[in-house]
T-cell receptor, first 109, second 115 residues
């Protein structure tokens, strides 16, 4: 089993739709969690950190469920500019960071 | 603040040749990481420097790969001799020491094509 698993997609959604991605992790000792965004042929960029209490940044909401070992990302009112690959990133501590394969989102007009 | 810079952005070489990739981390970031993404696969960890010391090099695929970080500033990743399966995008990232959330800032990547 992979340490971090994501559905690769692609998720094709119309503008204005709400879309949710999940990511599961296998190591229960994992300490911190992030969503990164990667545009085609570009570097990954931090989208948001994920906290147990859940956190929201505009149209983006991230949640962490430690009991079930998954994190989620919800995007409301999708924009064309949201089209990208969303990477789930898990830090196991001692700065051991593992990436998921990424979930591709395509927002269509 | 200057970000993480990588050079070259793209390198095309023949099998058996040598390539050296360079990464300049954000000034003051003690932690420097190399990652690689080959076509269709996830980004995989190669190694981690803390200042000039190799903290973890468990992801280095084989002894054809050599990473250095002289003086704890920039880092180089040399592939010698290059093989076809080395093709991919090599990302460098840096983070501050004692950053509990360990947020990584990535460079734009160096795309390596081995023919």
């Amino acid at each position: 089993r992979k340490e971090v698993e994501q559905d690769p997609g692609p998720f094709n959604v119309p503008e204005g739709a709400t879309v949710a991605f999940n990511c599961t992790y296998s190591n229960s000792a994992s300490q911190s969690f992030f969503w990164y965004r990667q545009d085609c042929r570009k570097e990954p960029k931090l989208l948001m950190s994920v906290y147990s209490s859940g956190n929201e940044d505009g149209r983006f909401t991230a949640q962490l469920n430690r009991a079930s070992q998954y994190i989620s990302l919800l995007i409301r009112d999708s924009k064309l500019s949201d089209s990208a690959t969303y990477l789930c990133v898990v830090n196991r501590g001692y700065q051991k960071v593992t990436f998921g394969t990424g979930t591709k989102l395509q927002v269509i007009p | 603040e200057a970000g993480v810079t990588q050079f070259p952005s793209h390198s095309v070489i023949e099998k058996g040749q040598t390539v050296t990739l360079r990464c300049d981390p954000i000034s003051g970031h003690d932690n420097l990481y190399w990652y690689r993404r080959v076509m269709g696969k996830e980004i995989k960890f190669l190694l981690h420097f803390v200042k000039e010391s190799k903290q973890d090099e468990s992801g280095m695929p084989n002894n054809r790969f050599l990473a250095e970080r002289t003086g704890g500033t920039y880092s180089t990743l040399k592939v010698q001799p290059a093989e076809l399966e080395d093709s991919g995008v090599y990302f460098c990232a840096s983070s501050q020491e004692n950053s509990g959330a360990n947020v990584l800032t990535f460079g734009a990547g160096s795309r390596l094509t081995v023919l």
